[in-house]
Structures are given as structure tokens and as C-alpha cells.
């Protein structure tokens, strides 16, 4: 299909670990990306990978790339108060002799105290 | 480093009437990018410019809406005769570069204009 899939919503304990999973579509996707959006702002990278790796960890985050299955997953180790908000998957996908970011339906994280 | 900025945060118009956005992308981008995020979804792109030409527009829905970057710098995006449909949030990205190569061109986001049609 040509959407990008997320469950809409996960719910974790403060201090728990949270695992946000996505579904993408293209294959030859070159890069994957996860933004963190905080009510009334915009989308903020929080990390990317690249198609040739399949894991990248940065401090409190883990990527996984399961190319075969086009699926993508992003760990938050330790989860905070203010890890809360909604985190969108996209794929960059060529387009026409272009490039574009296709995003997910996004993810909203909520920390149970 | 200032981010991009957009104006209005907030707006409110009954269908029919029309809007116009703006979008100040950080200094020295030279890739614009105007996105609809309608609510519970993710954003979708509507237009890109490479400096003041446009490299995609094939999501915009051009009996309506149109947009510009004169001087590729500040760009406009304007809805007329707006829908109701068109409530959404129209968030504005810029990035250093267009896509290519082994960068990860990060796209930078402004806060957002929230558009209520009535």
C-alpha cells in the first residue's frame, strides 16, 4: 500500500521502556526517519537511519531497520514526563526525479506516572 | 540560530472566504517545503521550492491553493475560496539542500498555522 502505518497510540510507565513500531511502504527508501511533535509545535528530528544499517543507537534512543519486513521501531530507554507527544515515522521515498518524506499517522506516548 | 518562523499561529475564517500564510525558513536554506497536517495525521507535503523555483507540486490542490517564494527566501501560501476541508495545521519546513547523496538533509519545521474553517 502507499501508507506509512503506526499504531495511534502507547501507553508506558515513567521509567519503563517505550517501543513505537511503523510499517513503511518503499523498499528502496534511502533513509527513515523519526520526528517528536509536543502540542503546538512543530515536528522535531529526533533520529534517522540509513537503508544499509539495520540498528543505530543514539544515548536513550534505538533504531531497528528490518528492511525485509519494511518495518522500523524506536526505542526510548529510561521514559520521562517529557518524553510525551506524538512521534511520526517517515520514509524518504524518489519522486519523480526528486525526493520526498512520507510520514506515518503518528504515535501518541503517554507516561503513566 | 533562529528556527523558521511562521504567521499567523492561529486563524479562523468561514468556508468561502480566503487566507494567506507565511513562512520565514532559517537563514541560507535554500529547500522550502509547505505541508498539511489535518488532525491525526501525519503531515503531507503540498509544495517544495528549490530556492524560488518549484520541484514539486503535484499534491497541491492548485484550483484553490497556491503558493510563492519570491526572492527564495520568505514564501506565501494562500487558500481561496477556502473549504472546509482545509482545516488543518499548514506547517512550513525548510532545509540546507535538496535531496541527494548520502546527506540526511534534516527538514527544520516552524510552530504550525492552525486553520479553522467554519
Known amino acids: 500500500g502507499e501508507d506509512v502505518e503506526q499504531s495511534l497510540f502507547l501507553s508506558v510507565r515513567e521509567g519503563d521502556s517505550s517501543v513505537i513500531n511503523c510499517t513503511y511502504t518503499?523498499?528502496?527508501?534511502?533513509?527513515l526517519y523519526w520526528y517528536k511533535q509536543e502540542p503546538g509545535a512543530g515536528l522535531q528530528l529526533l533520529t534517522y537511519?540509513?537503508?544499509?544499517?539495520d540498528m543505530k543507537q543514539d544515548q536513550r534512543l534505538t533504531v531497528l531497520l528490518n528492511k525485509k519486513d519494511k518495518h522500523l521501531s524506536l526505542r526510548i530507554a529510561d521514559t520521562q514526563t517529557g518524553d510525551s507527544a506524538i512521534y511520526f515515522c517517515?520514509?524518504?521515498?524518489?519522486?519523480?526525479?526528486?525526493?520526498?518524506?512520507?510520514f506515518g499517522t503518528g504515535t501518541r506516548l503517554t507516561i503513566i506516572p | 540560530e533562529a528556527g523558521v518562523a511562521q504567521s499567523p499561529r492561529y486563524k479562523i475564517i468561514e468556508k468561502r472566504q480566503s487566507v494567506a500564510f507565511w513562512c520565514n525558513p532559517i537563514?541560507?536554506?535554500?529547500?522550502l517545503y509547505w505541508y498539511q497536517q489535518i488532525l491525526g495525521q501525519g503531515p503531507k507535503l503540498l509544495i517544495q521550492?528549490?530556492?524560488?523555483?518549484?520541484?514539486?507540486d503535484s499534491q497541491l490542490p492548485k484550483d484553490r491553493f497556491s503558493a510563492e517564494r519570491l526572492k527564495g527566501v520568505d514564501s506565501t501560501l494562500k487558500i481561496q475560496p477556502a473549504k472546509l476541508e482545509d482545516s488543518a495545521v499548514y506547517l512550513c519546513?525548510?532545509?540546507?539542500?535538496?535531496?541527494?547523496?548520502?546527506?540526511?538533509?534534516?527538514?527544520?519545521f516552524g510552530p504550525g498555522t492552525r486553520l479553522t474553517v467554519l
Open positions: 519546513a525548510s532545509s540546507l539542500d535538496i535531496w541527494g547523496g548520502s546527506s540526511y538533509n534534516e527538514q527544520f
Open positions: 521550492f528549490q530556492n524560488n523555483g518549484v520541484v514539486d
Open positions: 537563514s541560507g536554506h535554500a529547500t
Open positions: 517517515a520514509e524518504r521515498r524518489a519522486n519523480f526525479g526528486n525526493e520526498k518524506l512520507t
Open positions: 518503499d523498499s528502496s527508501s534511502t533513509y
Open positions: 537511519i540509513f537503508s544499509n544499517m
